[in-house]
């Protein structure tokens, strides 16, 4: 009798060992596959820069350009991003905000660009049909409006590493090793919060400096939103938020892909608290600091900065460039 209770017992002790294992394994697995999910439905966060943006300035006399490893330098009030901080907040997916009407949507389909909608100089250039640049003692590219045309659904902005004459900052004949294209919405589309989305195809190479933003309607420096800039073949696209003098916010960004290899979305949601920065639909970087409060212009343009042979060869091409406003 005792026999039989002992081989009971140790049969009863087996049994409960083995309920409790199976159900530590389903505990274990249900943990482990929340964790999965919450990793698969995670997206990168913002990063910080600590390298300077060689920035493009809404004038040539007002804006001085960093060189794009320069070390950063913020406002010690201005909002600290994720990086700087030691944080990686989620980040959202893009939504146009409801309600929200579609302002601008100009047409590639033609030849041409369409008329009173786009420039292809600065609008201080005292002689945009001949050509004009941002910043002649960095720059090496004279933008001529050659370099830019319509063809095949896109607009192309062409970089050609070419000997171009041109002018200096003092308006003295200057010889440019580039020669590239750039477009301007000012004179037919400038706007004060919004979204704007714009479908590119980037050039990579030697020197290149591709870049779509926003500059201020009234020509003042900064503020400067940069919706995107890129240089040469580069893993990374950059964002910034341009603040006091050649202080700015941001800087490198969680980039998904060689974007020459394809057509991607860069975009900006711009309110009166906030600007939130979007590549692909997935946000990248934020900030309440130092957000404009003007009228904007949208710019692209194929800038180089390198004399080198080889560089200032390659074309940004433009699907789209849509605007959404309250």
């Not at 933008?143 to 004459?165: D, H, R, W």
């Not at 004179?187 to 479908?199: E, M």
């Not at 212009?297 to 074309?315: E, K, L, P």
């Amino acid at each position: 009798m005792r026999g039989a209770l002992m081989v009971a017992g140790v049969l009863g002790v087996v049994l409960v060992l083995g309920v409790g294992l199976v159900a530590l394994t389903v505990v274990r697995g249900s943990s482990n596959g929340t964790a999965a999910a919450n990793v698969t439905n995670a997206t990168a966060g913002v990063t910080a820069s600590a390298r300077a943006s060689a920035s493009h300035g809404a004038t040539a006399k007002a804006k001085a350009k960093a060189k794009a490893k320069a070390t950063a330098k913020t406002k010690s009030s201005a909002k600290k991003t994720a990086a700087a901080s030691g944080k990686q907040p989620s980040a959202s997916l893009l939504t146009v905000p409801a309600g929200w009407k579609l302002t601008f949507d100009p047409s590639f389909s033609g030849t041409q660009l369409g008329a009173g909608t786009w420039d292809t100089c600065y609008d201080w250039a005292t002689n945009p049909s001949a050509g004009c640049t941002n910043n002649p003692t960095k720059e090496k590219e004279w933008y001529i409006p050659s370099q830019v045309n319509v063809g095949g659904g896109t607009l192309n902005l062409v970089a050609k590493q070419e000997s171009t004459s041109g002018l200096s900052s003092t308006g003295a004949p200057k010889t440019y090793t580039c020669r590239s294209g750039m477009v301007t919405s000012k004179p037919g589309f400038n706007f004060t919060y919004g979204l704007i989305q714009i479908s590119a195809k980037l050039p990579y190479g030697p020197g290149l400096w591709p870049a779509l933003w926003l500059a201020a309607t009234n020509d003042q420096w900064p503020p400067e939103l940069d919706i995107m800039e890129h240089w040469y073949s580069e893993p990374q696209a950059k964002v910034y938020d341009h603040t006091v003098g050649t202080k700015y916010l941001g800087g490198p960004v969680p980039t998904p892909a060689n974007l020459s290899a394809g057509f991607h979305t860069y975009s900006l949601l711009w309110t009166k608290d906030r600007v939130t920065w979007y590549l692909d639909g997935v946000q990248v970087f934020t900030t309440t600091s130092y957000v404009p409060q003007q009228a904007m212009y949208f710019i692209a343009n194929v800038a180089d900065d390198s004399t080198a042979a080889g560089a200032c060869t390659g074309t940004m091409q433009i699907q789209s460039v849509k605007v959404y406003q309250p």
